[in-house]
């Protein structure tokens, strides 16, 4: 399975643009692809999926974490490139048309292996993804915070690592038990989270894959 960061505040591939927000592609096996958020601008965002040879139209399922704009921004150039692909929305979100529209309240699992933990706090969901080596969190803003989102995904299975948005979380002995960390976006204590745990942080940044 893989995940390639495509919206990030930063970038760590040549000829992307870095922009506030937040948007990365999930693959995994037997799974159609899964646009996790969609950043701020539709410009941006499909500039950088035309750079890593992402087309808009092979995405069949997009998750929109919670309804912030830095998150959203970019999922009506998504469903104009691309009318057939599934929405799974927070439960607030309207004025948007697609063939098929879900919106998330409680966790459950969207496809094979593949859950949400429904909405944390009343705000924001985030996504789940089991893999051999346990489950991979994704989160957007992580408003919520990290420890709750750890737990709401707990039903699910054993997390192994987290990607994503982690706000001004700093409660860090939460992350101890995780062997991947990748703080993104809005995360406003990475450089202390990187100092804490340099073997198992990755730098974040639009371009980057993590392959599991
Ligand atoms: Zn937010
Ligand atoms: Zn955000």
Known sequence: MRITIVYDNEVKKPGLIADHGFS???????????????????SILLHNMKELKIDPGSIGVVVISHNHGDHFGGLQAITEA?????LYLP??????????????????????????????????????????KGLVVITGCAHPGVGNILDA??????????????????????????????????????SEIKRLFPDRCLDCGAGLIIEL
């Open 91 to 132: 439960p607030s979100f309207g004025g948007i048309s697609a063939k098929k529209v879900t919106k998330i309240k409680e966790p459950v699992e969207i496809r094979h292996g593949i859950f949400t933990t429904g909405e944390v706090g009343g705000m924001e969901q985030s996504l789940a993804i089991k893999t051999d």
């Open 82 to 86: 691309n009318q057939d692909a599934e």
């Open 153 to 190: 995904t707990a039903r699910f299975g054993k997390a192994y690592g987290i990607i994503g948005g982690l706000h001004e979380f700093h409660d860090f002995d939460r992350l101890n038990p995780l062997s991947l960390i990748c703080p993104c976006h809005c995360t406003q204590y990475k």
């Open 24 to 42: 990365c592609l999930i693959e995994a096996p037997d799974t159609p692809k899964i646009l996790f958020d969609t950043g701020a601008k539709g």
